[in-house]
């Protein structure tokens, strides 16, 4: 029994002059195809290099161009030349000039001999298997593809769509179920034999002439028209990507196509010097009839392929950046957004850190700039605290900082004063982890003592925006976790919406509290409240805030409470 080989060439001819002289050299007979868009002088190198062996061939050259006809004629002209002038050869193996032999011809041999009677090659029907990537399935047979897909792209497309709007329908030869697979086979010589020898040949060949890849379906539908048993599997290693398009081996695939125990393998890249050192070394080879298994490294394969189309969880890749949708989660790990405690507090980030440990910031959006924890002006992975810089893509400046800092909780407050862009960003994040005080943002307004006539215009925008702000939060869109308390409702119960935050973050110390943050002294915020509803505004968020009596009202011009004014929270 001996298998011989079929080689279609088109590039890195002195690789393939290497392959078809090991397969030479083990008594195997070659013939080989050179596209004819290949220059002279590459083609008589080629025919130079190889002239030693007796059993090599070249057959007719084509000009072939992928996803056309020119394949399967090419595949014809070599094979026929194999099968008419080498009749000791059992089985046909169709190869590139990017394939690598892995294993010594003497096991191929035998495991081809263990197996009379079967033909390997892949092939499935377009009903049981979605086998296109990014392309045509079923309307590859029915349709008309006379431009190339490469080369005339939109003639392709417009054709495509013009027959589609048409209803066309080309009628499948009587007796022919179309099927797909891999280009790579094995087959015997009676199948093949067969196949080249069909009285309906004519017809047949007229037919995918204008079938879109035809070499993925030409042989893989007529093998189960003349084989006996057919292995719908390709003795080929050859991976591809989610786009359709094959994985290259380098160097460092060594060990893994070893242990895949396949024949061969495509596609190899021509200066992988050490791959075509270490399997076209017969000394090297050792005698093995272990089974072909190339799903022992599928799962390598799945997972650089989940790599390549989703990338790591919060890292987005310059090449997917500009689509949105395609990242892997919008942030690496969870973070907390606090919004109107700051306002609330004395001192909140560092009580915050205190009781959690996490690194606690400022506003991280500010107008002015990052106000990034301990004043600093830089941060990890040399974020600058430049408002200019962060608000060309504050999404981009989010994402950093929590990659930046993986394994330690990011926390920053924010409120309407803000940047406000970031906020939808943040609010389909899951990682988010949002608690919001409404209405806290006038806080700082009754503390600032000015006269509520001129603190009315500004505490109406902010208003505004807050109010923005909440209604898209409560979409169910929304993934982040969000917490809303009105201002009202947290001053009368502070202890849950504190605990909630601390939970939320994952607290340090123990479960009871055992320091509590200084509130600000709120001492006649109702009776603010009501002088800004005087003004003509209607401070709504802050929930059904009480007004104090009139004693403790504030007047205008009146300074900010002291700290020795301001209680502390019982908690």
């Not at 030409?218 to 719908?232: I, K």
């Not at 399997?279 to 090297?284: C, D, M, R, S, V």
């Not at 996490?358 to 002006?377: D, K, S, Y």
């Not at 600032?448 to 923005?468: C, D, F, M, T, Y």
Request: glycine share 8%; hydrophobic share 40%; proline share 6%.
């Amino acid at each position: 029994m001996t298998v011989g080989f079929v080689m279609l060439c088109h590039e890195a001819l002195d690789r393939a002059a290497q392959v078809a002289g090991y397969w030479a050299r083990a008594g195997c007979p070659v013939v080989l195809h050179v596209d004819a868009r290949v220059g002279q002088r590459d083609y008589d190198a080629l025919v130079a290099a190889v002239s030693g062996y007796r059993d090599v061939r070249f057959s007719r050259r084509l000009r072939c161009e992928w996803g056309t006809w020119s394949l399967v004629e090419a595949t014809q002209a070599a094979a026929e030349m194999l099968l008419a002038e080498f009749p000791r050869a059992s089985h046909v193996f169709l190869a590139s000039g990017a394939c690598l032999p892995l294993r010594p011809v003497a096991e191929l041999n035998a495991y081809l001999g263990a197996r009379p009677g079967t033909d390997f090659i892949e092939s499935v029907t377009t009903e049981d298997v979605a086998w296109a990537a990014g392309g045509l399935d079923r309307e590859r047979f029915s349709l008309r593809f006379p431009f190339a897909w490469k080369r005339h792209r939109r003639l392709f497309d417009a054709y495509v769509e013009l027959q589609r709007r048409l209803r066309v329908a080309r009628t499948i030869p009587e007796g022919l179920v179309p099927h797909l697979g891999a280009q790579w086979w094995c087959l015997r010589r009676e199948t093949l034999t067969a196949i080249l020898s069909d009285p309906a040949r004519p017809q047949i060949d007229r037919y995918f002439r204008r079938v879109w890849i035809p070499d993925e379906s030409y042989f893989q539908t007529l093998v189960r028209r003349h084989g006996a048993r057919v292995e719908s599997r390709s003795l080929t290693l050859a991976k591809f990507d989610y786009q359709g398009k094959p994985h290259v081996f380098y160097d460092d695939h060594l060990q893994l196509l070893r242990d895949s125990n396949c024949f061969v393998a495509r596609k190899i890249w021509p200066r992988a010097d050490r791959l075509y050192h270490a399997f076209l070394n017969e000394a090297a080879q050792a005698q093995s009839a272990a089974e072909p298994r190339p799903d022992k490294i599928d799962r390598l394969f799945l997972r650089a392929v989940r790599r390549r189309t989703r990338g790591r969880g919060g890292l987005c890749m310059v090449s997917r950046f500009p689509r949105d949708g395609w990242e892997n989660g919008r942030s690496s790990n969870p973070y907390s957004v606090i919004e109107g405690l700051g306002e609330l507090f004395h001192d909140f980030p560092d009580w915050l850190r205190r009781e959690t440990g996490a690194q606690v910031h400022g506003h991280l959006f500010a107008p002015g700039r990052a106000e990034f924890a301990g004043g600093e002006r830089h941060f990890a992975g040399a974020l600058s605290d430049s408002a200019a810089l962060r608000d060309y893509r504050p999404e981009a400046f989010l994402t950093s900082l929590i990659w930046n800092t993986r394994g330690e909780r990011q926390c920053f407050l924010f409120g309407p004063r803000d940047t406000q862009r970031i906020g939808h960003w943040v609010a389909a994040d899951p990682n988010a982890d949002i608690t919001v005080v409404s209405g806290a943002w006038a806080v700082p307004l009754f503390l600032s003592g000015r006269p509520v006539a001129k603190v009315r215009k500004e505490a109406a925008r902010l208003q505004k925006i807050e109010a923005r702000h909440l209604n898209h939060l409560r979409r169910h869109q929304v993934r982040a976790r969000v917490r809303i308390w009105t201002l009202a409702d947290f001053v009368e119960t502070p202890m849950e919406p504190l605990r909630s935050v601390l939970d939320g973050i994952g607290r340090r110390s123990a479960p009871r509290l055992t320091e509590a943050p200084r509130m600000v002294d709120l001492a006649g915020f109702g009776a603010f409240l009501q002088a800004l509803r005087n003004e003509g505004m209607h401070p709504h968020l802050m929930g059904d805030f009480p007004v104090e009596p009139a004693a403790a009202s504030p007047r205008p011009g009146r300074a900010a409470p002291t700290d020795d004014d301001r209680p502390h929270v019982a908690l």
